[in-house]
């Protein structure tokens, strides 16, 4: 869907509660079955709504789930990020994507869409998962009749999985109406849900290929089977796997999904292990040469003057000046088109325009034709260095007027506000295309051209619908500390 160039943003909650009475999988004795469901309006404009939905489960865990509601002033899915959805007249059903099917006792889940309306936009008044209707508590099913000798499922209270995981990042910007539509990480899920594959190795002897995933469900990635899999031998990164359910996956730009320059070469897979909440896991290490790539217009990511934010964690280590190790929005032709093409972040020691101050290395905004400090050509006051082994760069732009660029030391702080302001002359309004480059410049690596020049290293990032509040951008930083990247 194109987002409105003009929002109308609400503060208001919104929200219908339910749970269930009955069984939510196939009943099991005595099962104690309940859930409640949170609808929340996040945003509204003329014709046009974003919204966040929030599954609870109150009863026994469940196995893939369907939650049902009806519309009833003729509102319209647009959008939906984090499940699949069909709608027929007034009646949606909305179902699990593979990596959030699984809801434990007490656990939860979220999905959020956009929708169209007319006239008015009332919020549904009944839900139904997987065929119960909810109504927030939870009672004791009877006993099938026909299974005497089943034992008795645990209560929800005796469960140890019963309190809910913390907040990770895209659950926390979609908690704020700004729903992640690409996550990329090589070290943890970004989604407390998220029980999927992070990224892809191949080994050189045999060029056999592993997927990567996470030890558990939200959790940190599993090094040892990259470790078992590259034993004896070299692995590289072919692909960096998108979380958000929307297939934005990077693949390197030279591998048959994005043809390259002869130069154009994956990552090697192993050349920096750290340690993230006390659990082993590898960066994507870039150097001059490698590049990920991937064409998002039609899948979610903004395009053209719709607002968007975005983060990233690397490295104030391992960078130097070539261009542009860059996270973000960029041109789906590969060619540097306009101002106002890219909107991503850029973290390096290249002073694009001069008159710099220090060696930084500095978060910039590449916005194409130029990496800006700030709003002009000129050097920004206000600009610092990150020199940490861990960094927190952070960029978010309107699309017509507004950008603002922040950075922190991901290992404690808070974020630090390095611009916020107009955007550049001649960058009014933006011209997004909706592509997503890591490692590289917007104009890099496509057949007949240039390699990448830059350095960098990647360990997490994800980019939004919509201009993130600072709140959000806050809790953001708060949960990369609470990671522990040692």
């Known amino acids: 869907m194109k987002v409105p160039r003009l929002r109308f943003w609400l503060a208001t909650g919104l929200v219908a509660v339910a749970g269930a009475i009955g069984a939510l999988t196939a009943p099991a004795a005595h099962a104690a079955t309940g859930c409640r469901v949170d609808y929340s309006v996040t945003n509204q404009w003329p014709g046009g709504f974003g919204t ?6 109150l009863g026994d865990p469940i196995n893939g789930w369907k939650l049902t509601w009806s519309f009833s002033a003729g509102q319209t899915i647009t959008q939906l990020w984090n499940g699949t959805y069909t709608q027929s007249g007034s009646q949606v059903t909305v179902t699990n994507v593979d990596y959030n099917g699984s809801i434990p006792s007490g656990g939860s889940t979220s999905f959020g869409f956009n929708g169209a309306f007319n006239g008015s936009n009332p919020v549904p008044t009944s839900f139904a998962l997987n065929g119960v209707t909810c109504t927030g508590g939870v009672t004791a099913s009877p006993s ?19 309190t809910p995981m913390a907040s990770k990042p895209c659950d926390i910007y979609a908690a704020g109406g700004t729903p992640c539509v690409a996550a990329h990480s090589t070290t ?21 290929t592993r997927n990567i995933g996470v030890l558990t469900q939200g959790g940190a990635a599993n090094a040892a089977a990259q470790d078992s899999f590259c034993a004896g031998t070299t692995c590289v990164i072919t692909v960096v796997y998108d979380q958000s359910g929307r297939g934005n996956d990077l693949w390197y730009q030279g591998s048959s999904v994005v043809p390259g320059s002869p130069q154009s070469k994956p990552a090697t897979a192993t050349t920096e292990s750290l340690s993230v909440g006390g659990n082993k896991a590898y960066s994507l290490y870039i150097n001059p040469g490698n590049s990920y790539w991937r064409d998002g217009h039609l899948t979610g990511v903004p395009t053209g003057t719709a607002p968007e934010g975005m983060y990233m964690v690397t490295s104030g280590t391992h960078v130097n000046s070539g261009c542009c190790f860059d996270y973000g929005n960029s041109e789906t032709t590969r060619k540097a088109d306009a101002a106002g093409a ?5 973290f390096g020691t290249s002073c694009w325009f001069g008159g710099c101050s220090g060696s930084g290395p500095w978060v910039q905004a590449d916005l194409e034709w130029g990496l800006y400090p700030g709003g002009s050509q000129s050097w920004n006051p206000n600009q610092r260095a990150f020199t940490s082994k861990f960094v927190t760069a952070t960029l978010k732009n309107n699309g017509t007027s507004r950008f603002a660029i922040k950075g922190s030391n991901a290992q404690s702080g808070t974020l630090y506000t390095l611009y916020d302001g107009a955007l550049p002359p001649g960058y009014s309004p933006m011209k997004k295309q909706g592509a997503i480059v890591l490692g590289s410049g917007g104009d890099c690596c496509k057949p007949g051209g240039g390699a990448n020049l830059s350095a960098g290293t990647f360990y997490e990032g994800a980019m939004v619908a919509g201009y993130p509040s600072d709140a959000t951008e806050n809790a953001v930083q708060a949960d990369v500390v609470a990671a522990g990247y040692r």
């Open 144 to 162: 099938p009749s026909t299974s005497p000798s089943t034992s008795p499922s645990p209560s929800p209270s005796a469960s140890p999985s019963s």
């Open 342 to 346: 890219m909107d991503a972040i850029y």
């Open 188 to 208: 943890r899920a970004l989604y407390n849900a998220y029980n999927g594959n992070l990224y892809q190795v191949r080994r050189s002897s045999d060029s056999a």
């Open 52 to 57: 966040n939905v929030s599954v609870t489960n």
